[in-house]
């Protein structure tokens, strides 16, 4: 009982290398809901999306949060690094607490309305004032507003209480390829790049681009780039897969509607942690530039391309002037790439079951299309349309709600085929 009825939370997020004191609250009390715990199904109620599987992962939420908060209370702390971990953790398992005692708040007060509803429907018979009887109509009206938030917030916690990938939690490589469709194709995929670029800015996230290489036309052969923030990768993931684009060329004097095609990849950005690259696992080129791009092109050794020997992954860089700059591009794009794969082999049971319904997430799967002639786009993995084209392609509204679409129907699927 120690999380549930004395429990910790921290108002902001600490920095990541001091040790925060874990502040107390209540989550449940009060007559009628007095006591609601972990396991004793006070919060788990007929009907609710709270399934025992979810309640069991709830007491192991309720246990690890104090093990945690026990962690960084210890003489010496620990060191910088486990103090990270232990911080990033720590932020995960206190979501679980707000939602969790939102929950509880409602439900203590709803006992409470009823109590009350009780108490005048079997006390004051024909006696009941004036004041009695709008006591009971506010009651009665507040009891159903809060009757209502019980499924959303059970929802929230629900999600909440579902395994994590990790990876969510990180900043992303997105990489942006041009398909079938020649020179249309490469402007496709260097309007995708932008799109992308607005919306990492709209959510405040950093958006660096990494490396293109250009067509005569301007577009993009192919182009990746890095995006920063809290849970980029969990935001963007589904966006990985074949874009196919239907629209007039400018070059097109019969009018006709050319489809064209780009593929995406999200890569999730890793750590030195996550992945360990030794030195003599890598060969190192350096190499002049070529392409469009001044004076330094084909004048001094600024690109680099780096092969990871034992996967024969390659990653070559070449927009710096710098040497040094390049080189730590490439390791950026190398460490997503390989990482990438190593989850892969890791989550492939479980993106098999989802699969036919949210897709795999592989840059060869059909995803989306996107319609100019009738400013429309439509996500083929879960139906959704939106009339907005020009909103998304600006990084707008209507790709947020794409990607809402997305991440509900992986948790939903989730929900199906959870066991504790």
């Known amino acids: 009982r120690g999380w549930l009825g004395a429990t910790s939370r921290r108002e902001s997020e600490p920095p990541a290398l001091t040790r925060p004191a874990c502040r107390s609250f209540r989550t449940c009390s009060g007559s009628g809901a007095a006591g609601a715990g972990v396991g004793n199904g006070s919060a788990i109620r007929a009907g609710s999306m709270m399934t025992p599987a979810l309640e069991v992962r709830l007491d192991g939420v309720a246990k690890r ?3 945690l908060c026990a962690l960084l209370t210890t003489n010496p702390p620990p060191p910088p690094v486990e103090m990270m971990r232990i911080n990033k953790e720590l932020a995960r398992a206190e979501k679980v607490v707000s939602a969790y005692a939102a929950l509880c708040h409602v439900r203590v007060e709803i006992a409470s309305l009823q109590e009350v509803l009780d108490s005048a429907s079997s006390g004051g018979g024909g006696n009941a004032s004036e004041d009695d009887d709008e006591l009971s109509a506010m009651a009665e009206e507040e009891l159903g507003v809060l009757s209502g938030q019980v499924p959303t917030l059970e929802q929230d916690l629900a999600h909440l209480l579902l395994p994590s990938d990790t990876a969510d939690e990180a900043g992303a490589i997105v990489e942006v390829r041009a398909g079938t469709g020649g020179d249309e194709a490469a402007l ?17 996230w950093r958006f660096e681009l990494l490396s293109t290489s250009m067509t005569e036309n301007g577009g993009y052969k192919e182009a990746s780039a890095s995006v920063t923030g809290d849970e980029v990768y969990g935001v963007l993931k589904f966006e990985s897969g074949v874009h196919r684009v239907q629209r007039i060329p400018a070059t097109e004097t019969q009018g006709r509607v050319h489809t064209s095609t780009a593929s995406v990849a999200i890569l999730p950005q890793a750590e030195e942690v996550d992945v360990v690259i030794r030195d003599e696992d890598l060969r190192i080129d350096v190499m002049r530039a070529s392409g469009a791009g001044g004076q330094h092109v084909n004048c001094t050794n600024s690109a680099v391309r780096i092969t990871h ?3 024969g992954v390659v990653v070559a860089i070449q927009d710096e002037r710098s040497q ?52 429309r786009v ?20 209507s790709l947020q709600e794409i990607i809402d679409a997305l991440q509900l129907e992986e948790k939903r699927q989730m929900l199906l085929e959870f066991q504790p």
């Open 378 to 397: 439509k996500d083929h993995r879960v139906g959704v349309q939106v009339n907005d084209l020009s909103g998304m392609m600006e990084g707008g509204d």
């Open 188 to 204: 496709f995929a260097q309007e995708l790049l932008k799109m992308y670029e607005l919306f990492a800015r709209k959510q405040g």
């Open 324 to 375: 040094h700059k390049n080189k730590d591009k490439a390791l950026k794009v190398l460490r997503a790439r390989i990482y990438e794969a190593e989850r892969r082999k890791v989550h492939q049971t479980r993106a098999d079951q989802r699969k036919s319904l949210i897709g795999s997430g592989d840059r060869s799967e059909r995803v989306r299309t996107y319609n100019f002639k009738e400013g």
């Open 309 to 311: 020997i034992p996967s």
């Open 65 to 67: 949060h104090d093990e």
